[in-house]
């Protein structure tokens, strides 16, 4: 998975909650979020990463192509976090509705724009990730299906759980899916 990012996800409709996991080629931080037109500007948003071996998470909004800032209601519980020497990865759910209307995207079955950064460096406590730079992309994906329900399986991952849903991108890519 050099060189790509990679989303998985799985609708848990009993409970309601929508659990993600989200890989990308970076032992900073790690960000995606849903935007309603595939730019940061109005975007809810989670941002990860490890930092001296352990995970930190928090849920975001952005009102303007800028760094977005702390969501005032944590909608986002981070499951897990780890990296290796050339990639991070973050575990994470959030409710489907999650009733946050004004900061928070609210995952119906409608396509939605999910976008992605990532940073060369974890910011250290209490400071604010660096900017990403060309280290960004986007992708629209369906998170539910007509019905609300999971659509069709994909195969196992090697030594994981099955994910409902996947979706693999390249960070190098430049065309319509790639822009962010």
């Known amino acids: 998975m050099n060189g790509q990012v990679r989303l998985d996800w799985t609708p848990k409709t009993g409970s309601g909650d929508i659990e993600f996991f989200f890989v990308a080629p970076s ?24 930092r001296n071996g352990s995970p930190y998470f928090n849920d975001r909004y952005s009102a303007s192509n800028t760094l977005p800032v702390v969501d005032k209601q944590q909608n986002y519980q981070l499951i897990s976090g780890a990296e290796n020497g050339t990639h991070t990865w973050l575990r994470f759910s959030r409710k489907i509705d999650t009733t946050d209307a004004s900061q928070d995207y609210q995952i119906t079955n409608e ?22 730079g060309r280290q960004r992309g986007g992708r629209t994906l369906s998170l539910l299906d007509a019905t609300g329900n999971v659509g069709p399986t994909s195969s196992p991952p090697k030594g994981g759980r099955k994910p409902k849903h996947s979706s693999e991108e390249s960070s190098n890519d430049s065309s319509e899916e790639g822009r962010g």
């Open 27 to 50: 032992t900073g931080w790690i960000g995606m979020g849903f935007s309603p037109n595939g730019e940061m500007n109005g975007a809810d948003m989670v941002i990860g990463g490890v």
């Open 111 to 132: 396509p939605v724009e999910v976008i992605w950064a990532y940073g060369d460096k974890d910011p250290g406590t209490g400071e604010e990730p660096a900017y990403h």
